[in-house]
């Protein structure tokens, strides 16, 4: 009987029911076969030890969780999570350092493996192709940059070579607050005039009007600090145009090029005619320099147009931006501690010794200012959230696996404020730094302003001397005030959105001449 049924006719129905669904079977058969051999192999796979996360949403991950104060949010889940924590943002892993130790392993103990920069769509758009020292990807082309800054710009030589415009620019400050100081005066505006003045001079060969640099540099550090669903979930990009931002981002782009274009065909046509090989390096300013590498083109690559211009960018940008706010929150915290204001005041009255004005030799003398400098920077760093680094290979950090092309973020306002690191650190006390050795020039893994290893900023001397000079001189020149009867401890300290920490209200006060 049961043999009968192999004997049974095979008809057409039976071979064209086979023939329709046999590449349905076989295609079935291979997609078992090949999660069987994925499924086995994920087991065989050791489990990678990654840092602790906080709960991610689907998409989008953890974008949602950094607010407008993504330093303050970041801080808040590192408390919960630990000083090594891994988020996402979209379907990018981005790994959060909030601790000295954390930050020594990422820019000291594998510094090269985290020497790259992720791409950011923004960036590429407001920065010329991420063409710069800055965002430029770690490679050829970043050492050769950077070393054109390091030689030419911002040697030791260089930065001394701009003292005699440095201590001009800050008298006819002191003047512009001496003329004010029956009034309230904008203390915001006229330490910005005075550092755009500085770093024009210096880069730029004159000055340029402040106001409109101002706003252009607010919207520039708006733009920069704003987050990119595009970077980070490409197939929404659209939401970055939706929402203005990409935008935003173009006009800021166009109103800085057209501004520096500008400049350049102003020097071009400037040297003209001259004999530049006679041109003594004190008379070149940053764009004679790079308009004379251009020339010269012994790089290595193409030395185009935009990229002196994305040079420029970065030193006049970064140069202005970050040391008016560090002056303004210095001050802030002056007028909010006068016993403080008063122990400097004392300190650069006696080396004054009765001259006019501070002058650049005094400030190596001058060590509660310098501790005064450093106290702000540890509070309020310049850039809250080191300009992210991104890892080249597979590394081990604190005994946590850190897969290559992750995106890595070293908050460094929460490690200035890290209580194990520091004693009391909500507190304004320039003494702690008194008879230290601590520094922020990227040795000391506490106090990170300006980044460190091999992305750390090369322009701290240049705008350190700037920040001790003009802060020096408004407090040996004045007694300040809050206008209106405001309590010392009533100062609006609130923060304002953008890449750099600013205060958002402009530092109002009375300034009555100390003699």
């Known amino acids: 009987m049961y043999w009968q049924i192999f004997q049974l006719p095979i008809t057409n129905e039976m071979f064209s029911f086979s023939k329709n669904y046999f590449p349905f079977y076989f295609s079935f058969t291979v997609l078992i076969i090949f999660l069987s051999v994925k499924w ?13 996360s906080p709960p991610k949403l689907p998409i989008i991950g953890n974008l949602h969780q950094l607010g407008l104060s993504p330093h303050r949010s970041l801080r808040a889940l590192s408390r919960k999570h630990g000083p090594l924590m891994l988020l996402h943002f979209g379907s990018v892993p981005v ?6 130790e954390a930050a020594k392993e990422i820019m000291k103990t594998h510094d090269l493996k985290f020497c790259n920069r992720p791409k950011l769509r923004i960036v590429d758009i407001v920065v010329y192709g991420s063409n ?16 054109i800054a390091v030689v030419h710009l911002l040697n030791t030589t260089r930065v001394q070579s701009f003292r005699q415009t440095r201590e001009e620019e800050v008298g006819l400050m002191i003047d512009m607050i001496e003329k004010s100081s029956s009034s309230v005066v904008d203390l915001s505006e006229l330490l910005f005039r005075l550092v755009n003045n500085i770093v024009c001079k210096a880069a730029l ?10 706003d252009l540099l607010e919207r520039f550090v708006w733009v920069l600090g704003a987050v990119s669903l595009g970077s980070y979930i490409p197939w929404l990009s659209w939401v970055d ?45 940053l764009v004679d320099i790079l308009l004379d590498v251009q020339r010269d083109n012994t790089t290595g690559f193409t030395f185009h147009r935009n990229t002196v211009k994305a040079l420029i960018l970065d030193v006049f940008a970064a140069g202005t931006d970050t040391t008016f706010a560090s002056l303004v929150w210095s001050i802030s915290e002056l007028l909010r501690h006068p016993i403080v204001m008063e122990k400097l005041k004392q300190e650069v009255t006696k080396i004054a010794q009765g001259r006019s004005m501070i002058l650049e030799k005094d400030l190596e003398s001058m060590q509660y200012l310098k501790a005064v400098v450093k106290e702000t920077l540890r509070m309020y760093p310049p850039i809250p ?131």
């Open 241 to 285: 145009k939706l929402s203005g931002l990409e935008g935003k981002a173009h006009k800021v782009a166009k109103d800085f090029d057209d501004f520096l274009e500008g400049v350049v065909a102003e020097h071009v046509d400037k040297r003209r005619g001259m004999d530049l090989d006679a041109q003594s390096g004190e008379d070149q300013d």
């Open 95 to 100: 790994l959060v350092a909030s601790s000295p």
């Open 205 to 214: 060969g004159r000055t340029y009007p402040g106001s409109k640099f101002a």
């Open 40 to 52: 086995i192999s994920t087991r065989l796979k050791p489990k990678k030890n990654l840092p602790p």
């Open 385 to 515: 959230l080191l300009i992210p680094h991104e890892s080249a290979e597979d590394v081990k950090l604190l005994g946590y696996d850190i897969p290559a092309g992750t995106q890595t973020v070293v908050n460094a306002w929460a490690i200035g404020r890290d209580p194990t690191a520091w004693e009391e650190p909500e507190e304004f006390k320039p003494e702690r730094f008194l008879n230290s050795s601590t520094d922020y020039k990227g040795l000391h893994f506490e106090l990170l302003p300006f980044g460190g290893g091999r992305r750390g900023c090369p322009g701290i001397p240049f705008a350190t001397v700037i920040f001790e000079l003009a802060l020096a001189n408004v407090i040996y020149k004045f007694d300040l005030a809050l206008p209106n009867g405001v309590k010392n401890t009533d100062l609006d300290m609130k923060e304002k959105f953008g890449i750099t920490l600013h205060k958002e209200a402009p530092l109002l006060v009375m300034a009555t001449p100390s003699f």
């Open 132 to 147: 710069d020292i800055t965002f430029s990807p770690y490679g050829e082309y970043w050492r050769q940059v950077k070393s």
